[in-house]
């Protein structure tokens, strides 16, 4: 088994940030080793204590990480029961709703979606794919654009190349009136807000990872589309 992970889960401990890169993690986590015992006494003690304490370590965050995986899994029953409300009320609609699980996976969702895969496939097979070549930004949850394309491929379902738009320059509405029998995955926002939100459109429903379904003219969560990812029928 890889130790990378755990050496990146360690950088996360000691920076409290997140990183796909395993040589930066690795840089760090022993530039920590060697250097900082130079400062003080203290530190010097952590030092040598260091390789024994980080069993324990190690140990507590995989603990820490079933405890949200557990968590996660309730929250995706609960889910699951909410999603099947949803499509039974829009028992036309397309496509069958999957509600994102954790933070940043709406784009990973809106795979789910298209391929009628479960959320938690989706998620464990860009997780594994993220520890073996370190692309994407799993640690948050977060695929870009590219990489949701090259899954989309991956499962048989031809994209045409990733269209963009200036901010204010496309209603989602006008985008999906314009295109009423095609699919797309969808980067919205609106006026003020840095972050964008994936959904998928199929022309006549919005399928919103964090909302449910509603019908293109009801959708009033999100304006505008920045990037449309459109499948070719």
């Not at 399928?207 to 509603?214: A, L, Q, T």
């Amino acid at each position: 088994m890889s130790i990378l992970p755990q050496i990146r889960k360690l950088y996360e401990v000691i920076t409290g940030r997140k990183t796909s890169s395993n040589i930066v993690a690795l840089s760090v986590c022993v530039g920590v080793y060697f250097i900082v015992p130079l400062l003080t006494p203290i530190f010097l003690a952590l030092w040598i204590l260091l390789p024994i304490l980080l069993p324990f370590i190690i140990a507590y965050i995989n603990k820490q990480d079933a405890k949200k995986e557990l968590e996660a899994q309730k929250a995706e029953k609960e889910l699951d029961a909410i999603a099947m409300e949803h499509n039974t009320k829009y028992h036309d609609a397309r496509y069958k709703l999957v509600f994102q699980v954790h933070g940043y996976t709406c784009g990973m969702t809106c795979i789910a979606i298209l391929t009628g895969k479960t959320y938690n496939e989706i998620f464990e097979e860009t997780k594994k794919s993220y520890e073996r070549t370190g692309r994407g930004e799993h640690s948050e949850g977060y695929i870009p654009s590219e990489e949701i394309r090259r899954y989309l491929k991956k499962y048989g379902i031809k994209t045409a190349n990733i269209v963009q738009f200036k901010m204010g320059e496309m209603k989602i509405t006008d985008f999906c009136l314009s295109k009423p029998t095609s699919s797309a995955i969808l980067l919205v926002k609106n006026r003020g807000i840095r972050s964008g939100h994936f959904i998928v459109s199929d022309g006549k429903y919005i399928y919103d990872p964090e909302e449910g379904i509603f019908p293109v003219s009801e959708y009033k969560i999100f304006e505008f589309i920045t990037k449309a990812i459109e499948v070719v029928e």
